[in-house]
């Protein structure tokens, strides 16, 4: 069923909202065995409760005096020297290899704290002090089901994600990228914008959300990124969130198109792109996921062996996906499914059919047996 074709869309209701205080689940002894063999885990100098220990902050608002929801934090001296020291050798970890001898012209600019996200993230701003050049990354709280996001990410898509966990502490890296609320509002009607390659890149991006179940894609948690070419521009979108990896009820919330947010970009589609060209683009984004999974087959393996065990998501949420998904489909093997993890493998299962198929049966045993 190709729901992004249908007109309807248009007028249907917003999926409902994202819970907005998600809980966060603890990473289990499984889970850290895995980030352990795959280099994640990391020791790290500052933990993130070290930086809930600031005495002030000040609200953060954008040129147009808006709140961002981020607040500039402030520490005392005796803090503020032991936090500039351990976060400059987080960023050498995390950017340099852990080497530290470039750390004499690096320092931290500033250290902003959102209370409004589900992780409560702190973003740090390193510069260069001899070119005045900054680089950003951000520490939360370790969650297991934005865990399995990042590294969903990491193995199923184009991009390599950096990040690393310390018991409750995780960093991760910047992604650089023009907001996608931000490009919709100013560059979506560019004189330059390819909007028929734009649109194609929002149904694959739909599809790639929906085939690993990572929710709540609204405008604000991807980014836009524009590469120049010889025949004008091409547009990548990233996910810059993952805090609703696997862990929502309905189905829709795994649908971008389904967002008010994202309201201007399914016009665009279905002004740009006919039924035909849509279901293409959906089958390109399938047969890469699938030669993505299969590349990593040992990796995702060990990753889903974990995650169908993990207690990710609340009892009544699980009923309500396997429930929509089962009628979605038309496929009763869905309301077996007993854990969140156990849902996505056979979401994947169900989406990536024809194309492991195409593959030969020891290689696609794997993860789906």
């Not at 070290?50 to 934090?73: A, C, M, Q, Y």
């Not at 996608?180 to 959300?209: M, P, S, Y």
């Amino acid at each position: 069923m190709n729901l992004l074709y249908d007109k309807n869309i248009l007028h249907s209701k917003e999926p409902g909202k994202p819970s907005r205080r998600k809980q966060l689940y603890n990473v289990n002894k499984e889970l850290r065995d895995y980030l352990i063999r795959w280099g994640r885990e990391v020791a790290l100098p500052v933990a993130y409760n070290d930086l809930l220990l600031f005495r002030f902050s000040i609200p953060l608002l954008d040129k147009n005096g808006n709140d961002t929801h981020w607040e500039r934090v402030s520490y005392d001296m005796r803090e503020w020297e032991y936090l500039r020291e351990g976060l400059v050798k987080i960023y050498a970890i995390l950017k340099i290899e852990g080497n530290y001898v470039y750390n004499d012209h690096l320092d931290v600019a500033s250290i902003d704290y959102c209370p409004f996200g589900n992780s409560r993230p702190f973003r740090i701003r390193i510069i260069n002090k001899f070119n005045d050049n900054c680089d950003h990354y951000y520490i939360k709280q370790a969650d297991a089901s934005r865990i399995y996001g990042l590294e969903l990410e990491h193995i199923l898509s184009s991009n390599r994600v950096l990040f690393f966990t310390n018991y409750n502490t995780l960093v991760e890296q910047h992604i650089p990228g023009i907001p996608g609320d931000i490009f919709i509002q100013r560059e979506l009607d560019g004189e330059h914008t390819n909007k028929v390659r734009f649109a194609k890149e929002f149904v694959k991006f739909n599809e790639h959300c929906f085939i690993r179940l990572l929710g709540d894609m609204r405008s604000y948690n991807f980014v836009v990124n524009v590469t120049p070419d010889i025949e004008g521009y091409h547009y990548k979108i990233q996910a810059i969130d993952f805090d609703q990896q696997s862990y929502e009820g309905r189905k829709n919330m795994y649908l971008p198109q389904f967002f008010k947010d994202n309201y201007e970009l399914v016009k665009l589609c279905l002004s740009y792109l006919n039924k035909e060209s849509i279901e293409q683009y959906q089958a390109e984004e399938r047969t890469l996921m699938t030669f993505r999974l299969v590349s990593s087959k040992l990796r995702m393996q060990a990753l889903m062996n974990i995650m169908v065990k993990d207690d990710i998501a609340p009892p009544e949420k699980i009923n309500q996906l396997k429930t929509e998904l089962a009628e979605f489909y038309n496929q009763p093997r869905f309301l077996k499914c007993k854990t969140m993890g156990d849902v996505l493998k056979l979401q994947m299962k169900q989406k990536l059919i024809k194309n492991l198929q195409q593959i030969p049966k020891d290689k696609r045993h794997f993860v789906f047996r």
